[in-house]
């Protein structure tokens, strides 16, 4: 069993920034791909961004290109969201997200979730 704890949410004003962490407690399966979603009130889950094992590749959606960076430290199983430029509608629960293959994946193709950290940018 994989345990994902995320750190660094809160709360910033429109056009601040904030540094997700997650720490997996042990190395993922092979496809040691990681990422990020978000939850807002009311709203599906979705996909933010995603990383290879090697952190050669990553993929973000298109409402977070440009603003958000992620990255990641092999020899510390730990994956890292840079938010900047964040707005009003970037205010979500943030999920670290782990065991899954591809680079685009769906909600129901994770196999492991992070408790989630909140993420709010005022106006």
């Known amino acids: 069993q994989v345990r994902l704890v995320e750190s660094g949410g809160g709360l910033v004003q429109a056009g601040g920034s904030l540094r997700l962490s997650c720490a997996a407690s042990?190395?993922?399966?092979?496809?040691?791909?990681m990422g990020w979603f978000r939850q807002a009130p009311e709203k599906e889950r979705e996909l933010v961004a995603t990383?290879?094992?090697?952190?050669?590749?990553?993929y973000y959606a298109d409402s977070v290109k440009g603003r958000f960076t992620i990255s990641r430290d092999g020899a510390e199983n730990s994956v890292y969201l840079q938010m900047n430029n964040l707005k009003p509608e970037d205010t979500a629960v943030y999920y670290c997200?782990?065991?899954?293959?591809?680079?685009?994946?769906?909600?129901?193709?994770?196999?492991?979730w992070g408790q989630g950290t909140q993420v709010t940018a005022s106006s």
């Open positions: 997200a782990a065991g899954f293959a591809t680079m685009n994946p769906r909600s129901d193709e994770i196999v492991y």
């Open positions: 042990v190395r993922t399966r092979t496809s040691y791909t």
């Open positions: 990383i290879n094992w090697d952190g050669s590749t990553s």
